[in-house]
């Protein structure tokens, strides 16, 4: 039976109206994820993950309401009466934000949404470029792929894992991005249902406002096309490349170099398979599905297996993805600089 003590403290807290049931969101790893509708309107609460520091959401708020100001759709974190962006209840911090319109997807109903995601993202990086911001609050080395090979190289695998730690632990290094690469602020988790689309397949909203960060447009990318081309445990090539053609729609793609594109899509792939690992360690940190799996160690094997599944099946068909990929760059180049 689940467990709703807190819905009463918080509908009080943040005046949020007379709640119907509320309705559990299953598709996050990380938060404790419901919508609500009441008498006052529709919205999302999320009980914080323990390991991310409540300044996280004024972090948010904060990019949150100056993206919103330059017309681009994201949601607004709500203020209890005395001003408070959290409720601390049954030893947990929880927040409420607005519900935009919209429907999200787990996987991309055709290329066109792609598209749109795309152009969305292109939008968003050329808004960010303009913008400086000193974060509060950062998720431990999030995207530092260095140190988290480092944390994984100290563990002593089990024979259960030991194959998948030598895997990464071995090919990891030879991924790592050249130094140098230009950094602005970017989203940090550009999953596809963190987009949301009208029922014409119109972009109307990018939600998820945790890991926004400075780091550069390869990674960003790198997360967003691993992301928008899996099906399973392969990659669909004709998907990256609707995604980054949305993308140059905006004038962003001619500064990237197609190479570097892949090996960050490489990349993260395997960075979030030692993150898999890590917590098959730790056992702590993702949510997982007790339904198909007997524990949360079982879950987060399953899920480094595929990530290096999908690293396999990319490396093998990078040499058929970086043409078209080097077509679209030159024909931006080109519109860039006639």
């Given at each position: 039976m689940l467990?709703?003590?807190?819905?009463?403290?918080?509908?009080?807290?943040?005046?949020?109206?007379?709640?119907?049931?509320?309705?559990?969101?299953r598709v996050g790893l990380i938060h404790?994820?419901?919508?609500?509708?009441?008498?006052?309107?529709?919205?999302?609460?999320?009980?914080l993950h323990p390991r991310l520091d409540p300044a996280v959401t004024e972090d948010g708020q904060a990019v949150g309401q100056w993206l919103r100001q330059q017309g681009f759709p994201v949601p607004q974190f709500r203020r209890a009466r005395d001003g408070?962006?959290?409720?601390?209840?049954?030893?947990?911090?929880?927040?409420?934000?607005?519900?935009?319109?919209?429907?999200?997807?787990?996987?991309?109903?055709d290329g066109s949404y792609l598209?749109?995601?795309?152009?969305?993202?292109?939008?968003?990086?050329?808004?960010?470029?303009?913008?400086?911001?000193?974060?509060?609050?950062?998720?431990?080395?999030?995207?530092d792929t260095a140190h988290l090979w480092q944390q994984l190289r100290q563990r002593d695998p089990a024979?259960?894992?030991?194959?998948?730690?030598q895997f990464l632990i071995e090919t990891v290094p030879h991924l790592l991005l050249p130094s140098g690469i230009p950094t602005q602020i970017i989203h940090g988790d550009l999953k596809f249902n963190n987009f949301l689309f009208d029922e014409q397949g119109q972009f109307v909203g990018l939600v998820d406002l945790d890991t926004f960060m400075y780091h550069n447009l390869y990674v960003e990318l790198?997360?967003?096309?691993?992301?928008?081309?899996?099906?399973?445990n392969t990659f669909q090539p004709k998907a990256i490349l609707a995604g980054l053609r949305g993308y140059a729609q905006t004038g962003n793609l001619h500064t990237l170099?197609?190479?570097?594109?892949?090996?960050?899509?490489?990349?993260?792939?395997?960075?979030?398979?030692?993150?898999?690992?890590?917590?098959?360690?730790e056992d702590c940190y993702w949510n997982w599905d007790p339904q198909r799996y007997p524990s949360r160690k079982a879950h987060n094997l399953a899920r480094c297996q595929q990530q290096i599944c999908l690293y396999q099946d990319l490396t093998q068909m990078a040499p058929q993805l970086l043409e078209p990929m080097r077509a679209l760059v030159a024909a931006a180049r080109e519109l860039a600089f006639g």
């Open positions: 467990d709703l003590t807190w819905l009463d403290p918080l509908v009080q807290h943040f005046q949020l109206g007379d709640p119907d049931p509320p309705e559990a969101i404790q994820t419901w919508k609500l509708n009441t008498s006052e309107g529709s919205f999302i609460a999320q009980r408070s962006l959290h409720l601390s209840w049954a030893e947990g911090l929880w927040r409420v934000m607005e519900c935009l319109p919209g429907s999200s997807h787990s996987t991309p109903p598209e749109e995601a795309g152009a969305a993202v292109g939008r968003l990086h050329r808004l960010l470029a303009q913008w400086q911001y000193r974060f509060r609050f950062q998720i431990p080395h999030f995207h024979p259960e894992v030991r194959a998948e730690w790198g997360d967003a096309l691993r992301s928008w081309g899996k099906r399973g170099q197609p190479e570097l594109i892949i090996q960050g899509i490489q990349l993260i792939t395997l960075e979030l398979g030692i993150r898999f690992l890590q917590d098959w360690f």
